[in-house]
């Protein structure tokens, strides 16, 4: 079974930066589609950044210009530079990725989610 583990999350203050890193384990093919989403209290999960295996990218409105998605297809990795970090940005981040694996063309797994923390 694939698996996916957060790591970067913590305290900064209002305008630094932090990198989020996730790294998938298990038998992998190819991951298709890799990001980052995030989640506040009573809030649906949204996306902050996305990018296909072919390098198509998409972003948050809120956070263009501000955060960069990068990925390491040969390590099954995907980091989330933070930068300008803003009070509003500090919920919980979660991995995702869609996966190739030897029994599925496509499946979806998930991070269990690391924390952000920006004080004012």
């Known amino acids: 079974q694939v698996q996916l583990v957060e790591s970067g999350g913590g305290l900064v203050q209002a305008g630094g930066s932090l990198r989020l890193s996730c790294a998938a384990s298990?038998?992998?093919?190819?991951?298709?589609?890799m990001g980052w989403y995030r989640q506040a209290p009573g809030r649906q999960r949204e996306l902050v950044a996305t990018?296909?295996?072919?390098?198509?990218?998409d972003y948050e409105d809120s956070v263009k210009g501000r955060f960069t998605i990068s990925r390491d297809n040969a390590k099954n990795t995907a980091d989330l530079q933070m930068n300008s970090l803003k009070p509003e940005d500090a919920v919980v981040y979660y991995c995702?990725?869609?996966?190739?694996?030897?029994?599925?063309?496509?499946?979806?797994?998930w991070g269990q989610g690391t924390q952000v923390t920006v004080s004012s």
């Open positions: 995702y990725e869609n996966v190739r694996t030897i029994g599925s063309m496509g499946t979806d797994y």
């Open positions: 298990g038998v992998i093919y190819n991951i298709n589609y």
């Open positions: 990018q296909t295996t072919g390098g198509s990218t």
